[in-house]
């Protein structure tokens, strides 16, 4: 990192991957064209989680190229005087893979339903009503970083 004085700590990257809830996943796509999807995630157990249906652009990367890159911003904070916002960023580069077992697929997706849904119960009714056509993907962490982005 350039601007070593805004590198942020490993347990500040991962408060952010844990409260924030999207990102903007990037893979190789076809004709090797970067493709970059914004996501919903959840971290957990060092890795993140997100799912996505079972064919598109984003499922044929994936299985094509599983090197790929992960970035998530915080809502940053504005003062009334600045123009500017100041906010953190952390960018997560790692290996993709599509979870087959449905009891691991069950299990990720509770951790991701639970971060977005009311109640557990309306987590369970949704994995119950489309589990059978739902992707879970996975992405192992090798390596990450974070800063702090001020303008000024």
């Keep these: 990192m350039r601007r070593i004085k805004q590198q942020l700590t490993q347990e500040e990257c991962i408060e952010i991957l844990t409260n924030e809830p999207r990102g903007v996943l990037a893979l190789l796509g ?3 064209y970067p493709y970059t999807v914004p996501i919903s995630h959840v971290y ?6 997100f799912h996505g249906a079972q064919e598109g652009h984003k499922n044929d990367a994936a299985k094509k190229y599983p090197k790929v890159s992960y970035c ?7 003062k009334k005087e600045n123009w500017w916002y100041t906010f953190k960023s952390v960018i997560v580069f790692g ?3 599509i979870l087959t077992n449905n009891n691991e697929k069950r299990d990720r997706l509770t951790y991701l339903g639970d971060k977005f849904f009311p109640t557990h119960e309306e987590t ?3 994995i ?3 589990l059978d056509r739902t992707e879970v993907y996975e992405i192992t ?6 800063k702090l982005v001020r303008e000024k």
Excluded at 44 to 49: E, H, L, N, S, V
Excluded at 72 to 78: E, P, Q, S, T
Excluded at 141 to 146: A, L, V
């Design 30 to 32: 076809d004709n090797e």
């Design 44 to 49: 957990a157990d060092g890795k993140i989680y």
């Design 72 to 78: 998530v911003i915080d809502k940053g904070v504005k």
């Design 95 to 97: 290996k993709i893979k």
């Design 124 to 126: 369970i009714d949704e």
């Design 128 to 130: 119950n009503k489309l």
């Design 141 to 146: 962490i090798e390596h990450m970083s974070g």
